[in-house]
């Protein structure tokens, strides 16, 4: 079983930058694909940022040029810099683990961004 903990959410001025954490327990995180997905309510779970465990990295069109996701193997944690965030960047964020046999996902941390 796995477990993973977002945090780093919060709200924060338009133009302006987070960094969310992903926290997993156990020892597999080095070798999942770790994803970052948004969702707002009414609305389907989006994709925003992929890495891979060799660590090659894709993103929406959206976010392509802001966000930065990134992991630390060592730590077991998982991260998305967030920069020159919109309003409509507001959304819950979920933090995912995709192994070939199982796929885990975090509770979300709120993103609020104001204009």
């Known amino acids: 079983q796995v477990q993973l903990v977002e945090s780093g959410g919060g709200l924060v001025q338009a133009g302006g930058s987070l960094r969310l954490s992903c926290a997993a327990s156990?020892?597999?995180?080095?070798?999942?694909?770790m994803n970052w997905y948004r969702q707002v309510p009414g609305k389907q779970r989006e994709l925003v940022a992929q890495?891979?465990?060799?660590?090659?990295?894709n993103y929406a069109d959206s976010v392509k040029g802001r966000f930065t996701i990134s992991r630390d193997n060592a730590k077991n944690t998982g991260y998305l810099q967030m920069n020159s965030l919109k309003p409509e960047d507001t959304a819950v964020y979920y933090c995912?683990?995709?192994?070939?046999?199982?796929?885990?996902w975090g509770q979300g941390t709120q993103v609020t961004v104001s204009s």
């Open positions: 156990g020892t597999i995180f080095s070798i999942a694909t």
């Open positions: 890495i891979t465990s060799g660590g090659s990295t």
């Open positions: 995912n683990c995709l192994l070939p046999w199982n796929n885990y």
